[in-house]
């Protein structure tokens, strides 16, 4: 008996990626997943911060899908690299800062990488024709496969009966008329399919796995590279990013303010990295100041705002402790800002 | 066999299942690896990725904030 091939299948935890997965499994093929960090996924990030969500049930669905279809499940760091398809994408963005054709074709391309590394013979993914609008078009198929370096080993199992035979289809890797003719935005083939396997259970539908899809993140993101004149970030601005009230008071610096005890618990590990804001004479949020230097009257704006979103508001006065990134600690008595006083252009 | 500690405090998913399999990577099976969280999801996580690579967790406890999982390598580690 031949050694069965090896596929590295795309595992997003999503529907399509495992019944993409499962088809080849039922063929008798390898199947190893790959999932991809790029610092963007929603998945789990702020479930984990806010205590209102700590105590609803976890998982990474990525592991999850893995573990039900049997299969090992790879997770790689690509934070760093995936700056430049952010920063330069050559096909441009979506209705958001999300990049997903060239998204799509960097991850297909660090599959491939990871094939060959591995000594794997194909790669997987769980796209369907037409259904997204930018990376899972008929055109644009034929790019991802090119621009990654992957081209006829790449395999779309859920709609390959509709595009050209690959090379594991045309080697008899696997058998091009066990794999599926999917198409369209419709989820019944892949309900139905699902239901032919036997999974009951799966994450909903895709569209909702990537902060950048998201208008108000893409925002805070243009927000930070203005306010700093640099496109530039780092994962830490990327976390901070997802947590927090965002005011921009000034074009030189911003204020994240915590929302509840989870938040606040959560950026007390960046507090050193900034100078920061905490009510004393009553209890309030733990607020960061990210930007250039603070002058003095920065520096009470800011705790009059802190004081407005502390549970002294309707004080005439809070004491406010600012302390600076050496440590050096000052308070500061400040009357909070009235919501009249707090423009509506400074919520970023 | 050696006991190894990964500090993963901060960290939230996947991070901490990325670090532990890093770090597992370069371990030989029977070793340990105690893996120190602060994200809670890391106490799913973690135990699953374990399961689909064929590594055991020996102790998975809270300790205040903070969540300790145990690991040792399994035979066919990686």
């Given at each position: 008996m031949s050694t069965p091939r090896k596929a590295v299948a795309l595992i997003s935890g999503g529907l399509d990626s495992m019944l993409a997965a499962k088809t080849l499994l039922a063929q008798g093929v390898h199947v190893e997943g790959i999932n991809f960090f790029t610092g963007f996924c929603v998945e789990g990030h702020t479930h984990a911060i806010r205590k209102k969500d700590q105590e609803k049930p976890k998982r990474n669905n990525a592991l999850w899908v893995a573990e039900q279809i049997g299969i090992k499940l790879h997770i790689v760091d690509v934070v760093d690299e995936y700056k430049d398809?952010?920063?330069?994408?050559?096909?441009?963005?979506?209705?958001?800062?999300?990049?997903?054709?060239?998204?799509?074709?960097f991850m297909v391309k660090k599959a491939h990488e990871w094939m060959l590394a591995h000594g794997f013979d194909f790669i997987i993914t769980g796209e369907v024709i037409g259904q997204r609008p930018m990376s899972q078009r008929k055109d644009t198929m034929?790019?991802?496969?090119?621009?990654?370096?992957a081209l006829d080993r790449l395999l779309r199992p859920l709609c390959a009966k509709l595009l050209p035979p690959t090379l594991p289809e045309r080697e008899g890797w696997v058998d091009r008329e066990r794999l599926h003719d999917f198409s369209g935005r419709t989820r019944k083939p892949q309900m139905a399919l699902a239901e032919q396997f036997g999974i009951a259970e799966y994450a909903q539908?895709?569209?909702?796995?990537?902060?950048?899809?998201?208008?108000?993140?893409?925002?805070?993101?243009?927000?930070?590279?203005?306010?700093?004149?640099?496109?530039?970030?780092?994962?830490?601005?990327?976390?901070?990013?997802?947590?927090?009230r965002?005011?921009?008071?000034?074009?030189?610096?911003?204020?994240?303010?915590?929302?509840?005890?989870?938040?606040n618990r959560f950026m007390e590990g960046y507090r050193h990295q900034f100078t920061h804001f905490q009510t004393v004479s009553c209890p309030?949020?733990?607020?960061?100041?990210?930007?250039?230097?603070?002058?003095?009257?920065?520096?009470?704006l800011a705790a009059g705002l802190a004081a407005r979103f502390s549970q002294g508001r309707d004080a005439a006065q809070v004491d406010v402790q600012?302390?600076?990134?050496t440590g050096v600690s000052r308070t500061l008595t400040v009357a909070p800002l009235s919501a009249g006083q707090i423009p509506a252009e400074w919520y970023v | 066999?050696?006991?190894?500690q990964l500090d993963a405090r901060r960290l939230l998913c996947p991070m901490p299942v990325i670090r532990t399999q890093n770090k597992v990577q370069g371990l030989a099976p029977g070793d340990t690896l105690e893996v120190i969280c602060t994200d809670p999801g890391a106490h799913h996580d973690i135990p699953a990725w374990c399961r689909i690579h064929g590594h055991h967790v020996l102790e998975?406890?809270?300790?205040?904030?903070?969540?300790i999982i145990t690991v040792q390598v399994g035979a066919s580690a990686n």
């Open positions: 398809v952010l920063l330069n994408p050559k096909h441009g963005y979506g209705s958001n800062m999300n990049p997903c054709l060239d998204c799509k074709g034929p790019v991802i496969a090119r621009e990654s370096g539908p895709a569209g909702g796995c990537c902060f950048l899809t998201d208008v108000s993140y893409s925002k805070k993101l243009v927000d930070l590279w203005t306010g700093r004149g640099t496109r530039e970030y780092d994962f830490d601005d990327l976390m901070l990013l997802k947590v927090g965002h005011l921009r008071p000034r074009p030189h610096f911003k204020l994240i303010v915590g929302r509840e005890e989870g938040e309030g949020p733990l607020v960061l100041a990210d930007g250039g230097a603070l002058s003095d009257d920065d520096l009470h600012v302390t600076d990134k | 066999m050696s006991h190894h998975s406890r809270q300790q205040g904030h903070e969540w």
